[in-house]
């Protein structure tokens, strides 16, 4: 047998080997993790875009009562919390829409697909979930340091194929 061909075999079998590796890689980074695993939080963006941010905050904002609440730091000056919340996301939107914390609070997010996939994106704060699956939790920790209020949103995933936003409201 031509040594040409026996390289050619070779060579073929390596291209078929990293191709189902790689296959393998990407199924393994976009599958959903279980709510007491925390997902990836991309880094803050430093130049928002006006729909996302806006430094201003509601008047009549009052802080939403969170599922449970501890110190977010062992300093008994500090007066930051650890809050944590449920968001459930439906084809007619966030429950609840707005959620308000205070300035250097560490916000921890469980949420919920309820009626559908769909994905979950605050993009001034770089958090994303890229899919939740129907029936599913997953669990989104981030720290507020500037005040003001956030969108959130389904951005890619909505099962009607619409956006659906809600607001991160931040006390300072």
Request: proline share 9%.
């Amino acid at each position: 047998m031509d040594k040409k061909y026996i390289f050619g075999g070779i060579a073929l079998a390596l291209i078929i080997i990293a191709v189902a590796v790689l296959w393998g890689t990407e199924k393994s980074i976009t599958s959903p993790l279980p709510v007491n695993q925390p997902a990836y939080v991309t880094p803050a963006v430093t130049e928002p875009t006006p729909l996302t941010y806006t430094k201003s905050v509601p008047k009549d904002a009052v802080l939403t009562e969170p599922k449970h609440e501890a110190p977010a730091n062992p300093n008994p000056v500090s007066t930051a919390k650890a809050r944590y919340f449920d968001l459930k996301a439906t084809a007619s939107g966030f429950s609840p829409s707005t959620i308000t914390v205070n300035k250097g609070d560490t916000v921890y997010i469980d949420f919920s697909a309820v009626d559908g996939s769909y994905d979950f994106d605050i993009p001034y704060l770089g958090a994303y979930f890229s899919v939740v699956k129907q029936g599913s939790n997953r669990r989104l920790p981030f720290d507020v340091s500037v005040s003001g209020t956030f969108t959130f949103e389904c951005r890619d995933y909505c099962p009607k194929g619409e956006i659906i936003k809600g607001s991160l409201v931040v006390l300072p």
